[in-house]
């Protein structure tokens, strides 16, 4: 008798693509439409982990396989644990420990969305530096319909939009479009599904022009200011330029636009 046939492997979960200075993360659970899973987020979380250490690595850009970027947490694993704590506060510790990850990478990272983006789909969005979406796409944290209400999403959208419309969003669990998700600042931009790509490119290439010093010096400060008040933060945020002010790379770039050329950033 022939041997039998060997069961499909199963695809991975993450897709990791490098080129340019840029590495490109693509959710692969299409079917799901890219909810995150406890084995997705610990991938996602392992990747971003080594992308921390790779300075070849300037900028990030997560995007999802199939119709939408992501739909939040999978629900039918939650259920399939039915009661268990334990489970439910690993998940919910591993999604905040991801978004943290995502806020404290060195570099940035972009969200490149498309179809929708709900609930910890949306906080993903939220948690991102930038974010571009195809004029389609619709944004929302729905959890209040199903009788689980948003609240670990909320931290995110509390601090990437208006608070008045961050609680219309959760208190209704109505999707909002690209347009308003922009005039939110919850997404940079909204264009066309052709140019999805390559303006997210575009963007991308514009921060991986900069000194990669500085842009991390850069990012670490946003997130650490606007936690203090207003005195703490500009104290804080002067030693922070004192300290850049002596890296090589700040007198290259100042040296370069008196002279009128083009820096050669050196990342020190």
Known sequence: MPAEAAPASEPPLL??????????LTMNRPRQYNALSMALMTELQATLDEIAEDSSVRAVIIEGAGKGFCAGHDLKELRAQSG?????????????????????????????????ATAAGCQMVATCDLAVADA????GTPGVNIGLFCSTPMVALSRAVPRKQAMEMLLTGEMIDAETAVGLGLINRAVAASDLESETERLAAKVVAKS??????GKEAFYRQVEYGLVEA?????????????????EEGIDAFIEKRRPEWQGR
Request: charged share 20%.
């Open 15 to 24: 897709l990791r693509s490098d080129s340019g200075g840029i590495a490109r």
């Open 84 to 116: 268990d704590r334990a489970f439910y506060q690993s998940v919910f510790k591993q999604c905040s420990k991801l978004m943290i990850r995502l806020t404290n990478l060195p570099q940035p990272v972009i969200a490149k969305v498309h179809g929708i």
């Open 136 to 139: 389609a796409s619709h944004f």
């Open 212 to 217: 990669p010093l500085t842009v991390k010096i």
């Open 234 to 250: 500009y104290a804080y945020t002067s030693e922070v330029m004192t300290t850049n002010m002596l890296a090589r790379d700040a």
